[in-house]
């Protein structure tokens, strides 16, 4: 058995409480070396550092991933007082590009921009990360995520089925007191229509009333804030404002005339693989495979490469091949298999 390392045990709480979020801040993925990861004879302990190493593997730096960082500069630097009022922004796509991953970076990035130009403060709370709520009953509390993220004890014990209770001041008084600069909500496709207007009220007052920047992230964010905003004031005009400004997280092409940057993608994942069988450019070799199978979708196709990785080791022939590819349940199929042949 592998010990586990103490500081990781906040990797197991989400990023939408300060713990975890805290511990993703730090975590760093250092790839094991090939000299102290002998292959191993089935089972493989579950533990080994290559299994654990390649169920993640290190994020690849897309071109999104690359903006969130100069995004992350103009957060801050608009986040200072400014007559023009807070910068907002969204992070749009279909789902499965990434969207999630490309928010967080930005927080990441944003938080630690914080830390190199303010003095330390181990109180400080420049960054929360959300969920857009689901509201049972139709009865919305925008409270209470952020609530969750600051570790207050909002709700009563749900045995007795106490309701929770509104957290605003609370959660005002910390974002106010504690340097909350920004604000990043995922899944804000997740509200329905007529959650809408109540939902942005509220991310208006915090906004204004916090002095704080929000990120939105979901498919169609986009057009989920501009229409939220448009249903309390006039469109403006086609000459006007273009709306929020947004970040879109897209499919990564593939064609004869357009393969350069799903090629640097897969050299990505090709020179972080630690496998004993695996050459240099193996994988680039099957790049072709691997957009079909994934459409181009990152999310797919990092599950698709780590799982692959991880089946490689488990079989012990300790590379990526066309057979294990299609042996993984994740990504597009030639024939659907829940057909019968």
Request: hydrophobic letters at 35%; glycine letters at 8%.
């Amino acid at each position: 058995m592998h010990p586990r390392d103490p500081s990781a045990d906040s990797l197991d709480l989400p990023a939408t409480v300060r713990a975890g979020w805290q511990a993703r801040l730090t975590h760093v993925v250092s790839p094991p070396t090939l000299d102290s990861c002998p292959p191993t004879d089935p089972p493989v302990d579950p533990g080994d550092p290559r299994m654990l190493y390649h169920a993640t593997m290190q994020t690849v730096q897309t071109p999104p991933m690359a903006k969130a960082l100069t995004l992350a500069r103009r957060l801050w630097l608009a986040s200072g007082p400014r007559s023009e009022g807070q910068l907002h922004l969204a992070v749009d796509g279909p789902g499965e590009t990434g969207m999630t991953t490309v928010l967080r970076k930005i927080g990441r990035a944003f938080e630690g921009i914080v830390h190199a130009q303010l003095p330390a403060d181990v109180t400080r709370i420049p960054v929360i990360h959300i969920n857009a709520p689901l509201a049972p009953s139709g009865k919305l509390d925008m409270s209470i995520p952020f609530a969750e993220f600051l570790g207050f004890k909002h709700t009563k014990d749900p045995e007795t089925g106490g309701r929770s209770t509104d957290m605003t001041g609370p959660v005002c008084h910390v974002m106010k007191t504690r340097g909350t600069r920004l604000v990043l909500v995922d899944g804000i496709d997740r509200l329905d229509n007529s959650e809408l207007s109540a939902a942005f009220d509220y991310f208006g007052y915090l906004a204004a009333e916090c002095d704080v920047c929000f990120v939105y992230c979901g498919t169609g964010a986009r057009e989920i804030v501009n229409d939220a905003r448009h249903g309390r004031r006039p469109s403006p005009p086609p000459s006007g404002s273009g709306g929020i400004p947004t970040l879109p997280v897209l499919p990564i092409p593939y064609s004869p005339n357009d393969h350069a940057l799903f090629h640097e993608v897969v050299k990505f994942f090709d020179q972080g693989l630690r496998l004993h069988q695996h050459k240099p450019g193996d994988l680039l070799a099957l790049a072709e495979h691997l957009h079909r199978r994934t459409g181009g979708y990152m999310k797919p196709l990092s599950q698709l490469i780590c799982h692959s990785a991880q089946e490689a080791i488990e079989t012990g022939v300790e590379a990526i091949t066309t057979t294990i590819l299609d042996n993984q349940l994740v990504g597009a199929f030639d024939e659907d298999p829940l057909l019968p042949g």
